[in-house]
Nanobody
Framework: VRLVESGGGLVQPGGSLRLSCAAS????????MSWYRQAPGKERELVAA????????NYADSVKGRFAIFRDNAKNTVYLGMNSLKPEDTAVYYC?????????WGQGTQVTVSS
């Protein structure tokens, strides 16, 4: 299993970013995918999750209405669209999949929201 995140960077408050997570090594469309984030000095937290077929999405209260998770099963890729970014969104963002009781993680991509 391999998960590779990309798309992070430095953005001003109110700006937008789209993160990507390219997955390989498992039957992508059969598994739900999640995005987590971890800010300095804080625990890793769930940001958004999507089912295998993409029909059900869930979001943390802190990002509802601003972030959108979606996937392209033909490309084995899950995305996180982020709008109206705030300084408190600054964190390393990780892609996650749980397979047979084991959690797999990517290396993470840094998102910094600052003026």
């Amino acid at each position: 299993v391999r998960l590779v995140e990309s798309g992070g960077g430095l953005v001003q408050p109110g700006g937008s970013l789209r993160l990507s997570c390219a997955a390989s090594g498992f039957s992508f469309s059969s598994y739900g995918m999640s995005w987590y984030r971890q800010a300095p000095g804080k625990e890793r937290e769930l940001v958004a999750a999507i089912t295998g077929a993409g029909g059900i999405r869930n979001y943390a209260d802190s990002v509802k209405g601003r972030f959108a998770i979606f996937r392209d099963n033909a490309k084995n890729t899950v995305y996180l669209g982020m709008n109206s970014l705030k300084p408190e969104d600054t964190a390393v963002y990780y892609c996650n999949v749980g397979i047979r009781g084991y959690d797999y993680w990517g290396q993470g991509t840094q998102v910094t929201v600052s003026s």
